[in-house]
């Protein structure tokens, strides 16, 4: 027996509710919905409520809920990963394998070397990527995604957190222990150009340890990710 679809609803209400804009075509039109249905609704709360499609209207469907439970697939320890804008979709691919991974937060920054640019649209277009990944992955959350002018910032967003961890290429080694971590963490690595000594030197004035991810320089994209997984192993995410 296939899972049931799971879709995203802005204003959820009891006992019955609609299912309106991209996530009802998207119902109607890509996954062939009908009525009598067995549909999963999530409203952002961590929880799953399941129902089924009492109605199809021209542009909204009409869902009776039938029940609601705690979703069991989010991380119990947050991870924030900080990166910097890519060019290209190269940045939707990281929102996308970071959602899977258990990150609970994604900000996508600018920083000196940083050749990519972001607007309204685009940040939009991450957003809508988060929800279809936590949907793929069966999470009850989507990602909160948010942009950043700056890496300063960018970097004081995470002031709150347990560990806050940098990764610069131009490292020999590691300040920290990343197989030690306990708590809240975020992560911070670059765009395709990488940081500027005095990004570093700025992240450390900010709390931040610095992390070398081996000896190999890798593509950005292959760092957020790679940072990501080892942050969610080290926090017993992937056990």
Do not use: W
Not at 122 to 131: M, S
Request: hydrophobic share 40%; with cysteine.
């Amino acid at each position: 027996m296939s899972t049931p679809k799971r879709f995203f609803v802005d204003n959820l209400t009891s006992p019955e509710t609609y299912l309106e804009g991209e996530e009802f075509t998207h119902a109607k039109t890509v996954l062939r919905v009908e009525e009598g249905t067995e549909i999963v609704l999530l409203d952002g709360s961590g929880k799953e409520y399941s129902a089924i499609v009492s109605k199809i209207e021209k542009h909204r469907l009409l869902a009776h809920i039938t029940g609601a439970i705690e979703g069991d697939k989010e991380p119990k320890t947050e991870i924030y990963l900080l990166c910097g804008a890519l060019k290209g979709d190269k940045t939707e691919l990281i929102v996308q394998k970071a959602c899977e991974l258990g990150v609970s937060r994604i900000g996508v920054f600018s920083s000196e070397y940083c050749s990519a640019y972001m607007n309204e649209n685009k940040l939009e277009r991450l957003k809508k990527v988060a929800r279809e990944a936590a949907k793929q992955c069966l999470r009850s959350r989507a990602p909160k995604i948010e942009y950043f002018n700056n890496l300063s910032d960018a970097l004081s967003s995470a002031k709150d957190y347990n560990n806050k961890l940098f990764a610069c290429e131009f490292l020999s080694g590691s300040d920290g222990d990343m197989s030690q971590l306990s708590g809240s963490t975020a992560v911070v690595v670059g765009s395709e150009g990488g940081f500027s000594e005095a990004e570093y030197a700025l992240a450390k004035q900010c709390g931040f340890l610095g992390i070398s991810l081996g000896k190999r320089i890798l593509r950005a994209e292959t760092a957020a990710i790679a940072v990501c997984a080892l942050t969610a192993f080290a926090l017993g995410e992937l056990k």
